[in-house]
Antibody, heavy 119, light 107 residues
């Protein structure tokens, strides 16, 4: 059974950074890219980017290129997203979602991690 | 980036009714379209992929159709558990982009 366990809620001060984790199980972590999606409060969904855990290659949506850094640890089957230079616009829930079938949408999602930016 | 225009933004329907939600892409996405259901505080759930393929485990009252730039999600015989927000997503081009969502409520 595919499971994605994300780390708990984070509070970050403006200008600081936070790092969220997503531990994957139930499939071969290195065989599939991991995507990250942002959902601002009461808003829609924005695709941030993906990482190929095997090679470490990444692709980002243009607006997140200076905001997000995706990494992966194949020894622990865990993907990470680091958000830097936090502003109030980064307050949102962040989801991880591996792409396990292509072409397709995201059949599996983490439970989401709420990041709150507050001084 | 491909723009996904979803309508209506909100919808009120009665139990047993048929509901349609539309998604218009700013360019041809060749049926690379998914539909999701999201309930408050939960992660999105994939309902339909490739415009008209039902994801395993999703009730058959959900169906998708469309091609080119125009797509729709149909819910037959609306049930109380279908109250949720629905999103479309194109994955033909990166960045993947989503519609703004349709909030479905019971009348």
């Amino acid at each position: 059974e595919v499971q994605l366990q994300q780390s708990g809620p984070e509070v970050g001060r403006p200008g600081s950074s936070v790092k969220i984790s997503c531990k994957a199980s139930g499939y071969t972590f290195t065989d599939y890219v991991m995507n990250w999606v942002k959902q601002s409060p009461g808003q829609g969904l924005e695709w941030i980017g993906w990482i190929d855990p095997e090679y470490g290659s990444t692709d980002y949506a243009e607006k997140f290129k200076k905001k997000a850094t995706l990494t992966a640890d194949t020894s622990s089957n865990t993907a990470y997203i680091q958000l830097s230079s936090l502003t109030s616009e980064d307050t949102a829930t962040y989801f991880c979602a591996p792409l396990l079938q292509w072409p397709s949408g995201f059949a599996y999602w983490g439970q989401g991690t709420l990041v709150t930016v507050s001084s | 980036d491909i723009r996904m225009t979803q309508s209506p933004a909100s919808l009120s329907a009665s139990l047993g009714e048929t509901v349609n939600i539309e998604c218009l892409a700013s360019e041809d996405i060749y049926s690379d379209l998914a539909w999701y259901q999201q309930k408050p505080g939960k992660s999105p759930q994939l309902l339909i992929y490739n415009a008209n393929s039902l994801q395993n485990g999703v009730p058959s009252r959900f169906s998708g159709s469309g091609s080119g730039t125009q797509y729709s999600l149909k819910i037959n015989s609306l049930q109380s558990e279908d109250v949720a927000t629905y999103f479309c997503q194109q994955y033909n081009n990166y960045p993947n982009t989503f519609g703004a969502g349709t909030k479905l409520e019971l009348k």
